[in-house]
């Protein structure tokens, strides 16, 4: 994935209102690993990713690019 998925993910998140805590509880997982994802440190799985398009109501494009 490219360095922009960390970029938009926080930037959904923060227009969203979500703090990482609420958004992890959304998709099971620990907020640590939220945080992870918005450093580029890890990514998600092909499922969390649908997830977060759900949540966003964004494409892959959307989080991708």
Do not use: H
């Not at 960390?6 to 209102?17: A, D, P, T, V, Y």
């Not at 994802?37 to 959307?62: A, M, Q, R």
């Amino acid at each position: 994935m490219r360095n922009n998925f960390k970029e938009n993910l926080r930037f959904l998140r923060l227009n969203s209102g979500l703090t990482q805590k609420q958004l992890a509880e959304k998709l099971n997982v620990d907020q640590r690993t939220v945080s992870a994802w918005e450093k580029g440190v890890s990514e998600p799985d092909f499922e969390t990713l649908d997830k977060l398009c759900e949540i966003f109501k964004e494409d892959y494009n959307g989080l991708l690019s």
